[in-house]
């Protein structure tokens, strides 16, 4: 038989950075491992268990040593992972002192949930950095006024620095959910097969000193607090709030992206395209956004991720099996890659965007008869117009002058006449006519800046926040 050929994780290969998936790397992760059976082992001789200093030692000198290989070969004989790295430490070590009194899930649980913190750690800097770069797009572009679009239609005018804020407000409302989940999210434990911590209590000899055990476990892996009463496994709800939290995460960039890609196909801005970029093999004046496209396409998956999280949510057995290890295997480390991928390519998109001013003069001075509709409508009412009656009249000239204007039979400022001439509305001309050439923003400005400030006090907050900048995407 041939050997297997070794197929890359596309999400960890090709699109998450190398610091998240250095957290993830198959032999960082039984480092961490050992490193953790080592920490076990060291409070452990401390409590009165019998281990020899020098085997200690021993393990110390041989952690970095990962050899997957052999490890994979044990398994195959094995069938079971856990004991195949077992024995493929203690060889290197030439003791048998590590996985006293533990189960499998002792280890794993607690190792999965080490890599879950730390991952959840980076992203709140990359966070934290997508809010700082987009307060400082919703200030530069907080008075370019443009259209705004609902149903993706002509609605009002706005600014551009206040639909950027519009985007960062829901990420920063991730952001808290966010830091809150890192700051109660529990440790397992130490708690043994079933997670009585029978094991430990027998080895140790009392619950106290297996509780001490737990919480210098706890201590040791950075864990603010521990779980009192699991079963062999933590509730697999929690990683689906994990995945939650980065699907929720991910929105606004996404909202964001295809926005962009919207107001690219009408020339109003463009994610940036350097200057040996190619667009397309067939079309060479193609400037396609490729990035925005990405962070969709990576929200997908995202997606694919929460819907598989949530599959292994309320379906634990007893106190606990082994039938969520595939799903859990896949779905931890991708969302993780996802996630980071799509804030590294979100934060590079904020970096090279381009807008283009004159186009949205262009679009904002062919719309503004339209936009200016609901200006004209509360000033009718002020005047005393009837608010309905009003607002069918306005309709109803709207309606008759855009198929006028697309038939090419008339400006849109002709509807200032035919406002002036219905009585339901109540206007003169000259009310009318400065309505229609001057666009009112409200307080797109104001909320674009208060964004703005909110975004800078919680990049502060975050070390190194400010200053983080993307790796070069593919």
Not at 141 to 167: K, S
Not at 282 to 310: D, Y
Not at 313 to 342: H, K, Y
Request: aromatic residues 6%; charged residues 25%.
């Amino acid at each position: 038989m041939s050997p297997k050929p070794i197929v890359p994780d596309v999400l960890a290969d090709r699109y998450a950075s190398a610091e998240m998936a250095s957290i993830w790397s198959p032999k960082g992760r039984i480092v961490l491992e050992r490193e953790l059976w080592i920490a076990i082992l060291r409070a452990q001789r401390q409590l009165g268990v019998a281990v020899p200093e020098e085997a200690i030692t021993a393990y110390e000198a041989v952690k970095g040593r990962v050899d997957l290989d052999s490890i994979r070969q044990r398994e195959r004989r094995l069938r079971h992972d856990v004991k195949a790295r077992i024995e493929e430490f203690c060889a290197l070590a030439g003791h048998q002192y590590i996985h006293m009194g533990l189960t499998s899930r002792d280890l794993t649980e607690n190792v999965e949930q080490l890599q879950v913190l730390r991952s959840l750690h980076l992203i709140r800097k990359k966070c934290a950095a997508s809010l700082y770069r987009l307060s400082q797009r919703a200030r530069e572009y907080r008075e370019l006024v443009i259209v705004a679009r609902t149903h993706n239609v002509p609605a009002q005018p706005t600014t551009l620095g206040r639909r950027l804020a519009m985007f960062g407000e829901e990420m920063i409302i991730a952001f808290g959910n966010l830091q809150n989940l890192i700051e109660r999210y529990p440790l397992r434990g130490i708690q043994g097969a079933v997670g009585t911590r029978a094991d430990q209590i027998e080895l140790l000899g009392s619950e106290e000193r297996a509780a001490e055990l737990d919480e210098k476990i706890r201590q040791f892996l950075g864990f603010e607090r521990s779980m009192v009463s699991p079963g062999q496994v933590y509730p697999r709800s929690l990683d689906f709030e994990v995945v939650g939290a980065l699907y929720q995460l991910a929105a606004a960039p996404s909202s964001f992206a295809k926005t962009l890609r919207l107001m690219a196909g009408l020339e109003l801005a463009s994610e940036g395209f350097g200057a040996e970029q190619v667009g397309s093999s067939a079309m060479p004046h193609k400037m396609n956004p490729r990035s925005c496209e990405r962070i969709a396409g990576l929200h997908a998956v995202l997606r694919g991720f929460l819907v598989m999280a949530a599959s292994i949510a309320g379906d634990q057995w007893n106190e606990g099996d082994v039938s969520c290890s595939a799903v859990r295997r896949v779905v931890l480390p991708g969302s993780m890659f996802a996630t980071d991928a799509i804030l590294d390519t979100f934060l590079t998109v904020l970096k090279e965007m381009a807008v283009f001013p004159a186009m949205a003069k262009s679009e904002r001075e062919r719309y503004l008869p339209f936009l200016a509709t609901s200006r004209i409508l509360m000033r009718a009412v002020q005047k005393g117009a009837g608010r309905e009656a009003a607002y069918e009249a306005i309709r109803e000239h709207a309606a008759a002058v855009a198929r006028e204007v697309r038939d090419g039979r008339a400006p849109a400022s002709s509807i200032a006449d035919r406002l002036a001439g219905d009585p339901r509305v109540g206007l003169r001309r000259e009310e009318i006519a400065p309505l229609l050439e001057s666009a009112s923003c409200g307080a797109a400005v104001a909320q674009a800046e208060a964004f703005a400030r909110e975004a800078e006090r919680i990049a502060a907050g975050v070390e190194g926040a400010a200053a983080y900048e993307p790796p070069p995407i593919l």
